[in-house]
């Protein structure tokens, strides 16, 4: 899977071939609306792998409401006995931890979607490979993160972030000393793996890539718990 090496004009040239998306009232103030062909890796066969298991950012203004609205107009499976699944992590509350839903369950209901924050899709071998995401960004929202708890992040599509680095410079996540944030995606594959670095560690460095969210999870040496609220930089 290919990172943002190029992503400043591809993301331009990305937004200046958008379309405008009228998604409610909430995003008639907001940023040019945008569209994206989102990739999907789909999980195999036999035991249960990390492949097929993408992390999903979502559009902080969008056309969706719920995870199960998600779900029923990007195409994924939400009927019959094998359905496409959404896996959260401390997504209504900062401690709740990991929860799966089936697209199209009803109970329990799933959760409306949480601005900023990303979602995991694992999508049935029979699946779809890719679906359209639309949506336009909230310039104004903030994103909070708590020492000790993963954060799923949202990365926006209009970001301006081409590194980790760049991320960690701009959210004010600790960078420097013994201790620092770490941030860590997943390529879903095939086969999948996790790719882990600390902020401001030129070695282990990645590039974003354009609809993936990334699991941040602040560290701080000093006492007390260190809570980092920013608003993402983008064009």
Sequence with gaps: MNGLKTSRPMIATFVAAALILAAGTAAVASNMGFKMNKPLVRIPTGPATQTGNNWT??????PYGTINGFCTQTGLVSTGLLRTSITTKNYVTDT????????????????????????????????LDSIIIVGSHNSGQTITATEGQDLWFSVPYHTTWVTTDDLCAQSGLTSSGIQKAIITRLNPGPPAAFQTTLCNALATRFNLVLGEGLQIREVNGTAGTRVVTFTPAHY
């Design 57 to 62: 950012a979502i559009p902080y203004h969008n």
């Design 96 to 127: 709740e931890g990991l929860k799966s839903y089936n697209c199209g369950q009803t109970a329990p209901l799933p959760p409306a979607l949480v601005p900023g924050k990303m979602v995991q899709i694992r999508q049935l071998a029979t699946g």
